[in-house]
Each structure stands twice: as C-alpha cells, then as structure tokens.
Antibody, heavy 123, light 107 residues
Framework: QVQLQESGPGLVKPSQTLSLTCTVS??????????WSWIRQPPGKGLEWIGY???????YYNPSLKSRITISIDTSRDQFSLKLSSVTAADTAVYYC???????????????WGQGTLVTVSS | DIQMTQSPSSLSASVGDRVTITCRAS??????LNWYQQKPGRAPKLLIY???RLQSGVPSRFSGSGSGTDFTLTVSSLQPEDLATYYC?????????FGQGTKLEIK
C-alpha cells in the first residue's frame, strides 16, 4: 500500500524559500499512470491545490502561485519536492503531498495523502 | 478558475440521521467531482470520486450523486465517527479547486 511522507523545515523566514520533500513508499513513484501533487491548507481554512508533476518531469502549477513554485522529481529516490520562493506570512499552512490518480474515463482525484507538515513563515 | 460552493457551511445532526451536503460548480464540470473527509488534525481522505464512485474501504453509508453543476454527498445513517469537515473538489479543468468545506457536528 502506497504511503507518502512530507519532510522539511517547520519554520521559514519571510522572503526566503520554503523547501519540502515527499517520500513515496510501498510502491515506485514511476509505476502506474500517476501524477504527484502538492496541496496546502492555512490554519483553520480550506484546501488549495499548488501543482503536480508527472514521473517524466512534466509539471502544471496553479497560476496563483506559478511565479514562485518549482516542483521536481527524483525517481531514483521515489521522492518529489516543492520549492516556494519569496514566502510571506500568507504562506503559513499545512502542506500535503498526495498521489494524483486518474482513469480512462477522465477526472483526477487525490489518494492517498501524506500526513501533512506545518510550515510557519515568521522571523 | 472554477468556483466550488458548498452548503451548508456547517450542520449538526444526530446519530442515525440522513445527512446531505451539496456542492455547486460555477460552470459545468460533467462528473469530475470528488468528495473528501477531513477529521480534526488529520489529512483529508478520499470518499467519492467521479461524482458517485465509492472509494474502496469507504463505508457504504456514504454516497454521491450529480453531474453538470450540482452535486450531493449523502450519509444515509450518521455515525459518531463521521464527525469531520467534508470538501468537494473539481478536476474538470486546471487548476483543481476545492469547496470551502462543510463542518459536520454530531448532536
């Protein structure tokens, strides 16, 4: 059974770059027709999809964050990563990684999710 | 971006009640609508995908319906462990977007 685990610093200073890694276990990140997504949730608020990467390296980013985001993949380590630059307090959130599933009938859904990691932006 | 609006924002119901949550899309999204359950302090969990397809392992008291712009999530007989916030999500077009959530409380 595939599991995902986020890792990275829990505190980032304003204007710096947030860096997180998601490690996939129980299966290869290259197997199957999956995308790999990042999603965030500010404290007490709803969910915002950040972007995804395919095992080939192709990406799609949410236009609201596109200028500050880089998502990369390391298939040899079964990991994918998120970098968010020029952070402000508004970027404080729980960051989740998730497998992005799809079917031949169309549609994408997230399953499973990592447990999430809280990143606070503060000096 | 496609806007997803859930109603109600919160509701309180008793064990055994039938509960319905609605989700409306700002444009037609066919059946590309998913439902998630998020318990306090936990990551969201997939319940329903493709508007009506029950994810493996999810209790059969959960069901989804709808297409186009209007969708519903129904819990046929509410259980204490269903205390959670429920989110809908569209995947008809990028960027994927979520509803604002419906907080379900047990009376």
């Amino acid at each position: 059974q595939v599991q995902l685990q986020e890792s990275g610093p829990g505190l980032v200073k304003p204007s710096q770059t947030l860096s997180l890694t998601c490690t996939v276990s129980g299966g290869s990140i290259s197997s199957g027709d999956y995308y790999w997504s990042w999603i965030r949730q500010p404290p007490g608020k709803g969910l915002e999809w950040i972007g995804y990467i395919y095992s080939s390296g192709s990406t799609y980013y949410n236009p609201s964050l596109k200028s500050r985001i880089t998502i990369s993949i390391d298939t040899s380590r079964d990991q994918f990563s998120l970098k968010l630059s020029s952070v402000t307090a508004a970027d404080t959130a729980v960051y989740y990684c998730a497998r992005d599933c799809s079917s031949t009938r169309g549609g994408h859904w997230f399953d499973p999710w990592g447990q999430g990691t809280l990143v606070t932006v503060s000096s | 971006d496609i806007q997803m609006t859930q109603s109600p924002s919160s509701l309180s119901a008793s064990v055994g009640d039938r509960v319905t949550i609605t989700c409306r899309a700002s444009q037609r999204i066919s059946s590309y609508l998913n439902w998630y359950q998020q318990k306090p302090g936990r990551a969201p969990k997939l319940l329903i995908y493709g508007a009506s397809r029950l994810q493996s392992g999810v209790p059969s008291r959960f069901s989804g319906s709808g297409s186009g712009t209007d969708f519903t999530l129904t819990v046929s007989s509410l259980q204490p462990e269903d205390l959670a916030t429920y989110y809908c999500q569209q995947s008809y077009s990028d960027p994927y977007t979520f509803g604002q959530g419906t907080k379900l409380e047990i009376k």
